[in-house]
């Protein structure tokens, strides 16, 4: 077909509206992006080069009782720098200066420093790491210096800061005060004192803007956050450093002597509770200890015989034996069923009492005392330990706690044999905390406490709330079982009559009892054999302040493994200590003195101090310390010997004072 003019003017008209409707398009686009999408879009924009960032807030220091640190926050500050927000003639006057006072605090020279910077400035960085991990007294420092002293805007100084925990005290009680940590998913792991009051310490998060610089990097905008961060409430717990440090180290003086598997010990204050160490060592590859796992709270074991407190006072409770009952220990082999209840003792203890049967720990007779005595009503013994709390955790606020495992008839594992094993700790399962909480309750008349670690939450100086004792059985038997097994408890460490005789001390007193649980029984490997070695109880014996329990997991066994032997010492040491350490008050006489005597004293101190002294006085019959002062006004040095009044003084009346510099005085 021939082109006419015809023909290109159609084409042209075509072309042409074409162009139109594109550009109204666009028009009609840009109008739409600006009025109707123009939030969003510049929402994106500002999501790409700025951000809101978090703040951590300072977590609140955790306390001892009597206000040392177990646990603070510090804040550790990292300084950057931005060469671009720095002019030429400022530069060049600050980063010779600012370089050698970097070098002066930091472990570098001035050169690094300067090449450091002038290599940004070239390369126009915005966020050059100049320091890491600076203290707050550093940092204050640094803000200070050349070019850095003019600010974010003018000197180019980044600041970035983060809060470290810190724990004074080291690795002592390092897991009691545990721990809070937090994923990318917002799950928390939480570990002992730390994560248990966790929503006290935590504190509120603040919000502060950043701005995105080149290679990813985010550059705080301005030196204020929009939103500043709530620090975190400060907690006292109950924890006593010094008690702290006894239990600690005589732990692990025993776990290194006796190369056990673990241990823990723990100390509680009897009247209210309050636990004031609790320490917890397991061993490492290389065989050295150190605060592992709480297996204080959270290791549930069979306790073996330290339960034989419980199922003597079940006994007593319903009426069906007497400290005083003669039950026969068969040799110190008992035959139930196809087992065999075998003593620590060969040939065993003969026809003992129960109370004696207590005292020298004797297997048997308690297996014996049960059996024969609940085999026709297993619940009625299972219901009377119940009734004490022994089937309950504590309710500690810390993660962990182990259940405590209490069968009953029917249950899965319950047998014709489980009352005679129970009896003496074995199917039955506690963890050393609620062992103690019940031998606490016995030194506290019968009142079972639920263990307390913390007194009270602060803010500064005020305080948010505070933390009372708290009573789970204001009666855990009666006082007439209470009485008689604290008896029992104070003769298993009397001098010649219990399983501890040998912690016997005749400068203080104790009660508790030992405890040899077998570990791995069921395993006919006899090299995987071990023991669990126990001692609990509470001293002083007469008016308890504080129980305590020691439980060593794995001793050597050519080396001791018995509960005497092995927790005893620990025990002993740990009481010995902390008794030895407290305020002692000496009660004295009243020495009536005679008002006569003081009046002429002082009348005859007045009489020589009130003299134009120029030579020595007499002052025999005078008291030292109004002697003394005498002579000391004068000039004259002094030597006492002896105390009371002056009896002989070496320089006679009437010398000259300036032929005298120094006087003995005799005093009796």
Known sequence: MAVTPKNIMIRLYIVAGSLFFFAVAVMFKLVNIQTVDGDKYRELALQRTEKMFTIAPNRGNLYSDDGSLLATSVSRYTIRFDAMTVSEEDFEAGVGPLSRSLAQLLDKSPDHYERLFRKARINKNRYTLVARDLDYSSFTAVKEFPLFEKGPYKGGMIVEQRTVREHPLGKIAERSVGYERFDQEG?????????????????????????????????PIGLDNIIEPKDGYDVISTIDINIQDIAHHALLKQLEHYKAEHGTVIVMESSTGEIKAIS??????????????????????????????MSLIAALEDGLVDTSTVVDTEKGRWKIYDRVVRDSKHGGYGKISVGRAFEVSSNTAFAKIIHENYKDRPQQFVNRLMQMGLHKELGMPIKGEGKPVLRSPGDKGWSGISLAWMSHGYEVSLTPLQTLAFYNAIANNGELLRPRLIK????????????????????????QTV?????????????????????????????????????????????????????????????????CIVVIHEPDKSVGYYGADVSGPVFKSVAQKILANRPMVEHLATTEIEEGNISQDYEAYFEVS??????????RGM????????????GIEVEIR???????????????????????????
């Not at 204080?296 to 330290?306: D, F, K, M, Y």
């Not at 009371?644 to 009796?668: F, N, R």
């Open 623 to 634: 008291s030292g310390m109004d002697a003394v002062s005498i002579l000391e006004n004068l």
């Open 483 to 547: 009485s008689k097994v604290q008896a029992l408890l104070r003769n298993v460490v009397s001098e010649q009559h219990g399983t501890g005789h040998r912690l016997y001390s005749p400068n203080f007193s104790m009660a508790g009892k030992t405890g040899t649980a077998q570990k791995n029984y069921a395993s006919k490997d006899p090299d995987k054999l071990g023991y669990i070695s126990t001692f609990a109880g509470y001293f002083p014996a007469e008016k308890p302040e504080y129980s």
């Open 280 to 309: 917890n060592l397991g061993r490492t590859s290389e065989g050295t200890y150190y605060e592992r796992l709480n297996y204080a709270i959270g290791e549930s074991h069979e306790p073996g015989s330290t339960f034989k407190l």
């Open 610 to 619: 009130r003299d134009d002294i120029k030579a020595i006085p007499d002052l």
């Open 187 to 219: 799950y928390a792991t939480r570990v002992g004192l730390e994560g248990a009051f966790g929503s006290y310490l935590r504190g509120v998060e603040g919000k502060r803007l950043k701005q995105k610089i080149a290679k990813g990097q985010w550059k």
């Open 642 to 668: 002896g105390n009371g009044k002056v009896k002989k003084q070496s320089v006679g009346k009437g010398t000259a004072l300036k032929k005298v510099k120094k006087i003995i005085l005799e005093l009796s």
């Open 456 to 479: 009270e939450v602060r803010e500064w100086d005020q305080t948010v709330e505070h933390f009372e004792k708290e009573v789970l059985n204001p009666a855990i038997c009666s006082p």
